[in-house]
């Protein structure tokens, strides 16, 4: 069965550096996402990407972060200087159509020190 | 504002009985909901989803129901298995507003089976 795959599991990073989450979403699926979950807390929104450009990204996307798709499979989100607050388990997901169900990766665990 | 919620943050039921886990949502607006299951340290997993002009869809062992009036949501497990345990999740995904769908999730509410 496809599955959207995320690396890497755990990442820990010192506040200030720089972070770079990968995602290798379902091959024939065109939107892509980003979510995120504080420990203990509901999963929140990010972005969505579509088309090669952002169509859509919440309060908590702000300058900090990034998203590309660097290449034909990969889907990245960067977060260019990292806070304490920006400890959190991030979710890819990727769905076929506009409307279509959401898959999600297992999740990459960042940790800011 | 926008909102999912949830009334009960943890049920713990006995293996083989009846489940069921209740949503709230705020947005009179919303026309699709997802019910999704979160096993500690994975993603959420899909397990059944319901548009606004339904009240009733069946799945296998899940039912899940609308009520619009109330705008409530509930997610019904049959014969709950150990491996049912889990964070249970429902979301909102409203096409209103010139949203791409991003997804509003409640707070989880977690499911403990009693063997």
């Known amino acids: 069965e496809p599955e959207v795959t995320q690396t890497p599991s755990h990442q820990v990073t010192q506040m200030g550096q720089e972070v770079i989450l990968r995602c290798v979403p379902i091959?024939?699926?065109?939107?892509f996402y980003w979510y995120r979950q504080i420990l203990g807390q509901k999963v929140e929104f990010l972005v969505s990407?579509?088309?090669?450009?952002?169509?859509?990204k919440s309060e908590i996307f702000d300058d900090q972060f990034s998203v590309e798709r660097p290449d034909g499979s990969n889907f990245t989100l960067k977060i260019r200087s990292t806070k304490l607050e920006d400890s959190a388990m991030y979710f890819c997901?990727?769905?076929?159509?506009?409307?279509?169900?959401?898959?999600f990766g297992e999740g990459s665990r960042l940790t800011v020190l | 504002g926008e909102s999912v919620g949830l009334h009960l943050p943890t049920l713990s039921v006995q293996e083989g009985d009846n489940s069921i886990i209740n949503c709230a949502y705020s947005?009179?607006?919303?026309?699709?909901f997802i019910w999704y299951k979160q096993e500690s340290g994975k993603g959420p997993q899909f397990i059944i989803d319901?548009?606004?002009?339904?009240d009733k869809r069946q799945g296998q062992r899940v039912t899940v129901l609308l009520n619009k009036t109330v705008k409530h949501l509930s997610l019904q497990i049959a014969a709950t298995q150990p491996g049912d345990s889990a964070v249970y999740f429902c979301?909102?995904?409203?096409?209103?507003?010139?949203?791409?769908?991003?997804?509003?999730f409640g707070k989880g509410t977690k499911l403990s089976v009693k063997p």
């Open positions: 997901a990727s769905s076929e159509a506009r409307a279509g169900e959401l898959f």
């Open positions: 091959s024939n699926h065109l939107y």
């Open positions: 990407f579509y088309n090669n450009e952002i169509s859509e």
């Open positions: 947005n009179s607006a919303s026309d699709y």
């Open positions: 319901i548009r606004s002009n339904m």
């Open positions: 979301a909102e995904k409203g096409n209103y507003g010139g949203s791409q769908g991003n997804l509003i």
